[in-house]
Nanobody, 118 residues
Framework: VQLQASGGGLVQAGGSLRLSCAAS????????MGWFRQAPGKEREFVAR????????YYADSVKGRFTISRDKAKNTSYLQMNSLKPEDTAVYYC????????????WGQGTQVTVSS
């Protein structure tokens, strides 16, 4: 599966952005999708994930209640709606796919920069 992330940009604190992750290739093999982020000088961290077939979504505590992960099956696209953005949300955001319930995220998008100004 190939993933293409987009939708990043510069936004003021309190604003919103919606990231998209378009998938191509053997998309039927996906078990789940996730979003991760990496801020300058920090390790990549988990943001949100869900099972492609549906069900409960999971979020990092730092984004719970502000971010929402969703998908459009017909478009093979997942989304990360980010509201009430904070300067500490500034990072490169990556989408990723995994192919089994406990498998690693094996396919990664190229990342999209999100910058939140105070």
């Amino acid at each position: 599966v190939q993933l293409q992330a987009s939708g990043g940009g510069l936004v003021q604190a309190g604003g919103s952005l919606r990231l998209s992750c378009a998938a191509s290739g053997r998309t039927s093999s996906r078990y789940g999708m996730g979003w991760f982020r990496q801020a300058p000088g920090k390790e990549r961290e988990f943001v949100a994930r869900f099972r492609w077939s549906g069900g409960t979504a999971y979020y990092a505590d730092s984004v719970k209640g502000r971010f929402t992960i969703s998908r459009d099956k017909a478009k093979n696209t997942s989304y990360l709606q980010m509201n009430s953005l904070k300067p500490e949300d500034t990072a490169v955001y990556y989408c990723a796919a995994r192919y089994s319930e406990y498998g690693e995220y094996a396919s990664w998008g190229q990342g999209t920069q999100v910058t939140v100004s105070s």
